[in-house]
């Protein structure tokens, strides 16, 4: 028997209307388009405003776009996964949300936090179970609203963030192409240098910590910079060995958007050129979960068949990884 291998079939994505832009910042907090732009790479972010919108309305409008493309109706969807950090409710999980808002009755759904590399261990998850044989059509969502944890006065944070939601539909394939390899990986010694210091059971919510901003991105930006560039090159670097992908080889590299120059050294290091790297920071900032399957959204009138890609993230946790896909589709089909 071939090997069933999962593809992605179809990519959707959403942002919100509202454009949060440098100069309305610099309003804010002590900063300047100047610094966010050379520091940062980014311009202006999306931020989902309305009185209870969550993350799983953006997410909703994402899988919509797919539906619509792929003719899909919800009753095939067997498994939706949503990588996110900013879940609607503490519980239930925002893909049970999902789920519900878009009228999949027939799956079983569930939420996977790995900060910024969400997206990737949802896809590597999601693949598992097409590849075993156990699902047949899988939604894979990344989706936050970092606006809800995001600290308006401090300028070393607010400028970072943005929100929106990005998705694709697996599918099983016996062609050899889709989700070929993966590398995931965490090390919990970096939790205290990117976390949220209290909602959780450790220190739930209290007058206290309302008071004392605690319930915010809280970020050691050197120390996560750092990590990022050697961690995200490293992975992606072994994954292209691992399968002797040159660099002249590979179609696309899709790396998590957190800082321009992060995505920039990183391409550096493992030697290919600019042209291969998609990059949309400047006008969305970091979206945590859905910056990668944004950017696959953007790009895919440019993706072909046998395309090359890899995906890589690294986020709080500290997790990271990359993931090896042959594109199994020529563009906006
Ligand atoms: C956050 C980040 C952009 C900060 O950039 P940086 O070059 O490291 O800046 P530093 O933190 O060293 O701060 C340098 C100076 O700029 C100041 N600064 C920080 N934010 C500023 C802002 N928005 N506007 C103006 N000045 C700012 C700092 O206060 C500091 O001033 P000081 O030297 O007087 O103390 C960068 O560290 C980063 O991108 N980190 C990784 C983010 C990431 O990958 N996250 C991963 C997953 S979410």
Redesign the pocket.
């Known amino acids: 028997m071939k090997k069933v291998n999962a593809i992605i079939t179809a990519v959707g994505a959403y942002v919100p209307d509202y454009i949060l832009r440098n100069d309305e ?1 610099s309003r804010m ?4 388009d100047e ?2 732009s050379s ?2 790479g980014i311009k202006e972010r999306r931020i989902l405003k309305g009185e209870g919108k969550g993350t799983s309305d953006m997410a909703v409008e994402a899988v919509k776009k797919i539906f619509a493309k792929t003719n899909t109706s919800p009753d095939e969807i067997d498994l939706v996964i949503c990588a996110t950090s900013t879940p609607d409710h503490i519980f239930p999980a925002t893909a049970n949300i999902i789920s519900d808002k878009l009228d999949i009755r027939n799956a079983h759904s569930f939420d996977l936090n790995a ?2 590399s969400g997206f990737l261990y949802a896809l590597d998850t999601g693949a598992r179970f097409i590849e075993s044989g156990a699902r047949k059509k899988v939604l894979v969502i990344g989706a936050d609203k970092m606006s809800s944890i995001t600290d308006y006065t401090d ?7 943005g929100d929106a939601a990005g998705a694709v539909l697996l599918e099983p394939s016996e062609e050899d192409s889709g989700i070929v390899d993966s590398i995931l990986q965490s090390d919990g010694f970096g939790r205290v240098y ?1 976390h949220m210091k209290a909602g959780g059971s450790v220190k739930p919510p209290s007058h206290e910590t309302i008071n004392n901003r605690e319930h915010f ?1 809280y ?1 050691d ?2 120390h ?2 750092k990590h ?1 560039v050697s961690k995200m090159a490293d992975v992606s670097v072994e994954i292209m060995k691992k399968h002797n992908i040159s660099p002249e080889e590979l179609a696309w590299l899709v790396p ?1 958007q ?2 321009k ?2 995505i920039n050294a990183t391409a550096e290091r493992m030697g290919i050129d600019k042209k291969q790297v998609m990059v949309n920071i400047e006008k969305y900032g ?1 979206t ?1 979960s859905a910056t990668i399957p944004l950017c696959l959204y953007e790009w895919q009138n440019q993706l072909k068949k046998g395309d090359n890609i890899i995906l890589t ?4 946790g500290f997790t990271w990884g990359a993931i090896y896909i042959k594109w199994a589709y020529d563009g906006d089909k």
Do not use: P, S
């Open positions: 910042l907090v002590d900063t300047t610094w966010i520091r940062v900060g910024c300028r070393t944070t607010c400028v970072l963030f990117l991105v970020q930006g050197k996560v910079f990022a998590h957190a800082n120059r992060i970091n945590t993230a690294f986020g709080a």
